[in-house]
């Protein structure tokens, strides 16, 4: 039922503006009524200020797709990228003149989501940071793609400040293991796990201390949940655990994390207008812009009118919302990477097979349907309580039940988005698996 | 792809407002063809930036209006929800313009914060919940940065602009958030733009390039080029009630399911369609969900009263009490159909 309402509002508002389209014979007209953001006359128009940046932009490319964007730092073949769009062992960089190369991830700052790649090649261009102070708000930004013409371009929508967590929802798009974490000798400690939870299917108790998460040690929780949040789900993590004394390893297949009322409701806003990077941050720093990027158009340079180079996009985080490394940070990073101070462990993620992650998908979405069900039985019985507090004149109780009755429309709203969308992704998995 | 259209607040109560209001905008406007007008600078005329001067020029004016306009957006936290809105000064002292779905109830104690992370008391007054704007009275004393109200009636498609708000409710830490975009449609109860917005901007300004207020936020659809705001104007002609702290208005929209109103309850969204009035969403549980419409259905008549617009759909139920019997002649997939339908109180 919600599809179909959804298809007519599409109908409703798309019509008239294809009607002027088609109408508008004379191009301004068209101009005035269309976005221009995504429009290839409009982004020609950052063309020259970007041309130096797009030469030093590269497609990074995992079995033949597009992940994301890299950025050249040195003329030696060290290119920086976003690490959780790297997921493959082979990797491959096509540069801005076409050439191809095996690359290597020889370095991941996990704090900021960056990944360096070495490639066997000399003489590249690359990019000069700038100091983002010179990225006032106000400003406008492009977005170097991989070819001449821009990938987007926008604003500076807020200075470059620290990040923090709190800021945001939970990352909620990243895989769920379902496991409560105390601190505990040597490593983090299991306080509880969740019934019917990815962690409780792969047999990880209570009282059980985690020694190394996806091939890293671990020695807080802190570390673990910031590990864990670079994941999807249906990955498969490997955990290395103690119990009585003795070691063993075992592999979560991780879930969907439980969608929370409130919660909810801002990430479907959020994603109302293209998908959102999965790992969104905190960072160390972020510079924000309104550029409308794709996830897989992170990674590369943003750049100002002057042409410099004010940072490094990082997130699509929001509808609003891009991220970018400020230029300063990562001009500090870069000969960190290049003394090898972050290591990498295997950037290969291992999957769920196809039929394993629809059947994960339906489990999720029939749990998502009882809980509509159930929330559709309680508003009815607060409707009928509401129905005789009115009756009674008790004015107190009524306004009490009312709020509640809002309350709960509100969450039935927010399921029945949630269905929908679980509806959608099976049907994908199905297609896929099939 | 889809399209749906959500009010932007974190309000928890906006949430039932998800689906679409869509009924009072849906009647297009002929785009105007001239948008060059001597108060504007030269720069509005830049429709298409062309060259990298072109936008540095524009850079230069959007520059100004943050340096001038970001002074003045207050972040709101009502009750349990949060918005964002613009502060304006009147002889008798200092307002808040922001949506009408932000403020709610009137005479509600509220938080307004300044940029700076200053917080102040405010009052809520009224709301013309049919278009959604809302107004809020700042109790304290002082002397606040304020904006400048422009001319809604003034503005034209392909015309820049500026939103500023707090995307997510008010940030320690972050300033209010800029985006920039144009005006795409125009009409005397929405203006739309592709300034993108989400949850906690409701009732942020949207500025012209002279730093000058002419929208609120209200709502989004989808797509990024559907972001929805209050034209301005309507602040200024229904300024009197606002202050009396009267809550009125509604198309039978969704923002009316919040206010209690002694006019008939029918439960449906109304869309104007080539083909005449169309149902866009059905309340559930509604009456007319009761009585079996469906999205899609064409209204026709009520009471053998010919519906030709969206808005003689609300004129014709205010005339309504709950519990009235209507009868309601609709038509679906081509058939015509007749039913009676008990209309009901409007949900609290």
């Known amino acids: 039922m919600k599809g179909i309402r959804a298809r007519v509002f599409w109908a409703l508002l798309v019509l008239p503006f294809m009607a002027c389209a088609a109408r508008a014979e004379d191009t301004k007209a068209a101009d005035r009524t269309v976005s221009l953001k995504n429009s290839t006359r409009y982004l020609s128009a950052f063309q020259k200020v970007v041309s130096d940046a797009a030469k030093a932009t590269v497609s990074v490319m995992c079995e033949g797709k597009v992940v994301c964007l890299g950025t050249v730092v040195k003329p030696d073949g060290h290119i920086l990228t976003k690490a959780s769009e790297v997921r493959h062992d082979k990797v491959v960089c096509k540069l801005a003149d076409g050439r191809s190369f095996p690359a290597t991830v020889v370095g991941i700052d996990e704090k900021n989501d960056l990944a360096m790649m070495k490639i066997d090649a000399k003489g590249l261009a690359c990019v000069t940071w700038a100091d983002s102070k010179v990225a006032e708000v106000g400003n406008w930004v492009c977005v170097a793609g991989a070819g001449e013409i821009p990938a987007a371009a926008g604003v500076v929508s807020v200075a470059t400040r620290e990040d923090k967590l709190r800021e945001r929802n939970a990352p909620t798009s990243s895989g769920f293991m379902g496991v409560t974490l105390g601190e505990g000798e040597p490593g983090p400690k299991v306080e509880d796990v969740k019934e019917d939870s990815p962690a409780a299917k792969a047999g990880l108790k209570a009282g059980d201390i985690i020694l190394e998460v996806r091939g890293g040690k671990v020695a807080k929780a802190e570390e673990m949940i910031r590990s864990l949040s670079r994941t999807r789900p249906g990955d498969i993590v490997k955990l290395k655990y103690l119990r009585d004394g003795q070691e063993a390893v075992i592999e979560v297949t991780l879930g969907k994390r439980p969608a929370m009322g409130a919660n909810a409701r801002g990430e479907i806003q959020n994603a109302m207008g293209g998908s959102l990077s999965h790992f969104k941050g905190p960072f160390e720093k972020i510079l924000q812009h309104d550029s409308a990027i794709r996830p897989e158009e992170c990674g590369g340079p943003l750049v100002d009118l002057a042409g410099r180079v004010v940072g490094l996009n990082i997130a699509r985080a929001g509808r609003v919302e891009s991220y970018a490394l400020p230029g300063e940070l990562v001009a500090q990073l870069v000969p960190d990477f290049i003394a090898g101070k972050f290591k990498v462990s295997a950037t290969a993620v291992k999957r769920a097979s196809p039929a394993e992650l629809a059947e994960q998908a339906r489990k999720e979405l029939k749990k998502l349907e009882d809980e509509l069900e159930a929330a559709r039985a309680r508003l009815k019985e607060m409707k009928l309580d509401l129905k005789s507090a009115r009756i009674n004149g008790d004015q107190g109780e009524e306004r009490k039940l009312s709020a509640k009755v809002k309350r709960i429309m509100e969450e039935i709203e927010g399921m029945s988005e949630q269905v929908e969308k679980a509806r959608k992704e099976l049907s994908s998995l199905e297609k896929s698996g099939s | ?348």
């Open chain 2, 1 to 348: 792809m889809t399209q749906i259209v959500k009010p932007v607040s974190l309000s928890p109560l906006a949430i039932l407002a998800l689906s679409l209001w869509i009924g009072a905008h849906a009647g297009a406007q002929a785009p105007s063809s001239q948008v060059a007008s001597d108060r504007n600078p030269p720069v509005n005329d830049r429709i298409v930036p062309e060259s990298v001067d072109d936008l540095k020029s524009l850079q230069e004016q959007v520059k100004k209006v943050v340096a001038k306009c970001r002074p003045t957006t207050v972040g709101i936290f009502v009750g349990n929800s949060a918005g964002s809105g613009v502060m304006i000064k009147k002889e008798d002292g200092f307002y808040v313009l922001t949506a009408g779905h932000v403020s709610g109830n009137a005479d509600r104690d509220c938080q307004l914060v300044l940029p700076g992370g200053k917080r102040l008391k405010g009052k809520t007054l009224g709301a013309n919940n049919g278009i959604d704007s809302g107004l809020i009275k700042v109790v304290d004393k002082g002397a606040f940065e304020h904006a400048e109200s422009g001319k809604s009636k003034d503005l034209k498609v392909g015309q820049w602009v500026v939103s500023i708000g707090h995307p997510g409710g008010f940030q320690q830490g972050r300033t209010p958030v800029v985006r920039v975009g144009r005006i795409l449609k125009v009409d005397r109860s929405t203006v739309q733009t592709d300034c993108t917005l989400v949850g906690g901007d409701s009732g942020g300004p949207l500025f012209d390039l002279e730093g000058r207020v002419i929208g609120i936020h209200s709502r989004i659809g989808l797509s990024l080029n559907v972001n929805f705001h209050v034209p301005v104007d309507t602040y200024d002609e229904t300024w009197d009630r606002l202050v009396k702290s009267e809550v009125w208005g509604g198309t039978g929209g969704f923002f009316d399911l919040f206010r209690s109103g002694q006019a008939g309850y029918l439960g449906v969204q109304v869309a104007q369609t080539s083909g005449g009035l169309e149902i866009a969403e059905v309340v559930a549980e509604s009456p007319a969900a009761k009585a079996g419409l469906k999205p899609k259905d064409m209204l026709l008549k009520i009471d053998g009263k010919a519906l030709s617009s969206p808005d003689e759909l609300p004129r014709l139920l205010s005339r309504k009490k709950p519990g009235d019997e209507i009868k309601l002649e609709y038509s679906r997939e081509g058939k015509a159909k007749e039913i009676t339908v008990k209309l009901a109180k409007r949900p609290s």
